[in-house]
Structure formats: structure tokens, C-alpha cells
DNA sequence: CCACCGATTGACAGCGCTGTCATTCAGTGA
DNA sequence: TCACTGAATGACAGCGCTGTCAATCGGTGG
């Protein structure tokens, strides 16, 4: 264990300096009286709006300038004007899975001009409820949430809010409003079939706190669909009750083996976090990939993709993910005609562990 | 390159039914009438102040509760009520450094009620401007922000918000207003010198994106102050202008190699995805580590150190710097007394890769 | 019995902006 | 010449809540 050193370098007393400059911000009507113009004009010259001269909003914008003014976003969705807020609840940043689904969510958001408020559900479907009241309470344009499994409560709050709502990650159920994802248990089910159709029969699972992730908990059930189509069922199953992990997966590996030496020529982990532990495992043993054990994953990162040999797993088309679920929420607003469910599909990669 | 498709399963126009529902949502008035008392009781009630009895917060509360009250925070905050909200300005969200920050600092706000809203520079100081002054016109309680090199403008805005604002993940400049993080020069220096302790003499460095992640640039700067001390230079350098990835540390280091065959005996790389990138390049070739080449990074991800050899790097206390960012922020919105300059230091991890 | 007190509750104004109507005014065709 | 038109601007009210101060009321000590 490492501890950090906080170390407490300059200390200074709450400002008051600071605290005025902060009573004053120059307001709408201050800049009308500058610019010789009515509220309200003003309010159109800053929002860009087609009614007024060119003249008018060079003025306006001179004023408003050398004033500093900033306008009040607060005061204007209240006052009846449009959000810019999406609240966007997420169960963890821990892998990078969820950052990059953010990363497509912001990147098309901020293109529109709004922005991502965000809250981290840990799995807790309590805290869940809690956060989408909360980021409910900021009358939001839209809400993305990748749940967890949803309290009746967080539902009817959803459902009632009126607003764009889109549920993320998987489309396994029914979306309350729409849903973008891919399906989880078809990613399973064909990773099986990749792989019994490469010839392996002796197959095991290592995976991560599934009660918690039904995302993973659903590909495993299609593994294991997979492997009763051909006859076959797990050999050996090892779930930690952590969070997923490199150091997980290769802990996990170390464990499977010593409860069913020899025997097992497949293992399929619950991502590339663990698959990657697994192949580090691998290494550090001297048992070779996929020779006497073969490796199989699932996300599709560029960790996988970069070792030695390439991991064999599923791409899940996370970016994409949340650049879907930000349009779909942009054309709502549009009051464009929208998509109920987006399946934005998998890719198996056939790599050369497995 | 793998091609996501997206599938549009089923469609339905802009249901004015939701549209409906969202017109009337309850108020405090409809809640205070309901339950007999005024409106500021209810807000009171509902906002837990210690002088409303009992008796009269029960009344309010199941009258809430039956109507579906839902409080409209943007009202509040309008009135001079506290915003929950706090401004957060990332560069990027491609690696898990920033998710870590990230993660710490939305733990410790969630604790105290708060939120964060985002924003991703993606390192651009123009985007930034923007992001300031569009997070700012939310009016939030607070800004935390990992500056790329900010314009003028940005840092005028910032002072003149009268907020807390705290800029993280570097201490080598001084702040505007508050500072969280360590220092990536004595970082990069410290890692010089103890690898210079052990014996290496002929040393190079593989980069990512530099120009821009001035961090990175902190970073050699202190190792090459290091070299010097030592009478030494850097004999090879290889800095691609992409960001930093797993695939680009091995592209970049087979570059390096190629064109500085044999000579070197340790690369420095700009961080740990990089590093293990490097030590999977090593790992194809055949060439064995550290005894034909060491490798050292930073960060001390999870990753590097669940290798078969654990890698020599530098640990960040990254979910550190969220959550002391998110506890000045707190301190200061209390009237506590706040440190300006927060130091969370560093931790050199002796691995086995160098 | 009365002025006084602390604990509750309420009336009121206003936060800063925008939607919804007017209103103004120069130009237009009959 | 005059009603009419469209473009630009403005007056007004109010979004839903909270801070501030005032009012109420049962109990208290002198």
C-alpha cells in the first residue's frame, strides 16, 4: 500500500475581497441602460436572435463587454428558456468502459452547447433513486442514465419527469422512454460459438462482482447458452466478489487453475481488464497462449489489442454508445421524430489467444 | 478498424402526452396549500430547518409526497439559495488518470450534496474559455479545473467569479485562486535520480502528445535536470504527436529502438499506458527486461503493476487530488479558513523493470 | 395581571431572465 | 394621400423559490 503526503503549503483566511466582486454581477438591465436599449432587446442581441439590427447587437455586445456581463443561465431556464443541462448517471468510472461512453456523450453535447451533469450510482440502486431526484430537481433537458437494476421509484420518477430519458449499456429490456446499447447476452452467445467452432470443449469463467453488474451477468448466461447448443457446460467458474481488475483477472486465473488443474483449455473472462491479468497470469507462469490455455475477453480495448498476441474478445462500441444516446436526445429536443431502441451491435475480434 | 452499426429497431414521433405531463409539475404553493400552511413552511420543511415542528414536517412531507412535489433547484438558486452544482474542466477523459480524479472528487461531493457538471478541454485553451464561461453562467458553487495552458481571458474570468476555484493536478505554477496536485518536475527528477542510482547511464525517452500535456513536458524537464546533475543526456527520444495509448508506448518504442539500436539500456516513457505498451513491445520481440532494456513510467496504474514483471513508475495520487479538491471547495463554502496550495505528493515504486 | 420572550409561522418582495403580447415606424401599393 | 405591412423594439408579467422582517401565541417571571 502506498499513502499519499498531504502536505498544506500557504493557508490564507475566506476572502472577503473575493466575496464582494461576487455580490455585484452586472445584470441584463445594467447592460440595457449602457446600451441605450431595452432588457429584453438585449436578451435577443446575446442569444443571437433574428429580430434584431446588426447595429443594435454591435451595441449590445459592446456594452455587455465592458461590463464583463455574464449571463444568468439560472434566472433563464426559469424564466422559461431551454436547459442546457443532461444529467447522466453512470454505476462507475473505475475501468475505462464508462469514461469512454462519457467521452462520446460530451464530445456531442458540448457540440450543441450543453453539458453532462453527472452523478455515480456505485451500483446502489438507493443511490441511484437519490441522484436521478437530485439531478431531477435541476429541471434538466434530459436525463442518461446506464443503470443498475432500477428501483420502482427511480422508474416512476423517470417515466413522470416528461423528459428525453435515455437508458444506456444494454437493450435487453425494455427502455422506460428509448435505449442505446447493444445486446449482452447475444455478445455471450456468439463468443461461444467462436469459440467452440475453433474446437475448444473444455471451457471456464473468471469474472468480477456480477450480482452487482448485470451487464456482465447477462453475457455469461449467453456463454452459457452457447455452450449448451453444443452439448457442453462450464468446467470451472471462479467470480470475485471485487470489482474488476488486471491484478482481479490475474488473481482469478491463479485461482481457477489450482481448483481444476489441467483440464480446462478455455477461459473466458468477464472483460479485458481481467482477460489481461489472465494473459499476465499466463506469462509469469510459463503456460502458453493459447497452447495449453486460451484466453477470451470482452470490451474491445486497445490494452487487449496491443499485447504480445492479440487478446480474443468482443468490441463493444462504447463511444458510440454515448454519441447515440446524446443524439437521440438532441433530436427529441428538436421535437424530431426518434428512435426508440438504437442497438449499436458488437464486433467479435478473432484475435491470438483463443 | 471495426465499424459499428446502428440499427434502428422501432420509431415513435414526439410524444405530446410526456409533453403534457411536464407542463404541470406541482409547486411549493400547491404543496402549502394541501397542507394547510405557507409556502416558506413548506420550503422550510423540506429543507430540513431546525424551526418547523415536527408535527407541521410530517403535514408537509405527506403532502409532497401525494402530489409528486418535486423541488426545483433552479428556482432556489435563483433566490439566492446555495447551487449544488460545481464546474468541473477536464482535458481529456481517454486514459483513467482523469476518471480516477474525477471519481474522487464526485465521491466527495455527492457526500455533501453536491454535483459536478463537466466539461472536456480536450487540452484546446480556446474550448476551455468557452467551457468557463459556460459552466460559470450556471452560476455554481465552485470550479475545479486541470488547466492546459489558460488565455488571459480564462484566468480574468476565473478570479473575477469571486468562486472557489481550485486548478488541479500541477503545483508548478502558482494558482489563481486555490491548488491541488504535486509536482511533475520533481517527479521526473526524482525518477532520474533513482535510476541513475542504479547504474543506468544510457538513457532515452518515448513521449505522447507533448505539446500539449504540458504535465508530460514537467515531467521531462525534471528528468533531464536529473540526467544533468549526473553529467548525462538523453541519448534517444522518440515524441509521438498523439495521445498517449498502450499501441502508441509500443509503436514508440520500436521507433526508438530502431533508430538508436543497442546503445540504450533504459527508456523513459511518459506514462504507464505508454510503459507497458514498451514492455509488451519487448515481449514480441523477445527482448528481455530489464536486463537488455529497462523501462520505467508513471502514474502507477493497476495495469503496470499487475504485469509479469511489476513496472518501475511513479505512483499519482490521482483519486487524491479529487477529493482534496472537492474538500477546499467544501471548506471554503463553509467560511473555513482554506489551505491555497495542496501538495498530495508522490510515491516512486521500485518495480522490476528497471 | 402584564410586559416580555422564544419558538413558529407567515407576508412580501425580488432573484435575473424570457415569453407574450403590444407598439413604433418607415416603406408600400392602391 | 392613406390604410396596411413587416421589421424592430419594448412593456409587462411571472417562472418557483428563499431571505428578510413582521406577526402570532402560549408560557414566564415580577
Known sequence: MIFP???AVETRSGDPL?????????????VAALAGVSEITVSR???GSSMVTA?????????AESLGY??????????????NQVGVILPSLSNIVFPDVLKGLEDRLEHAGFHPVLGISNYDPEKEEHLIRNLLSWRPAGLVIAATSMTATSRGLLAASGLPVVEIMDIDTPP?????GMSHRAAGLDMARHLIGRGYRHLAYVGHDIGRDNRAMARLQGFRSGLQEAGLALEGQ???TEPSSVALGRRGLAQLLQANPKQVDLVYFSNDDMAVGGVFHCMAEG?????????????GLDLGQSLPRRLTTTASHRSRIGEMAARVILERLNGQETVHLTDVGFTLIAGETA
Open 5 to 7: 503526503l498531504s502536505r
Open 18 to 30: 473575493q466575496m464582494q466582486k461576487n455580490l455585484r454581477k452586472p445584470t441584463l438591465s445594467e
Open 45 to 47: 442581441a446575446l442569444r
Open 55 to 63: 447595429d443594435t447587437i454591435r451595441k449590445v455586445q459592446v456594452a
Open 70 to 83: 455574464l449571463r444568468n443561465r439560472l434566472a433563464g431556464a426559469l424564466a422559461g428558456g431551454p436547459s
Open 176 to 180: 422506460i422512454d428509448m435505449a442505446v
Open 238 to 240: 471462479v467470480v470475485l
Open 287 to 299: 503456460i502458453s497462449i493459447p497452447g495449453q490455455l486460451a484466453i477470451a475477453g470482452f470490451n
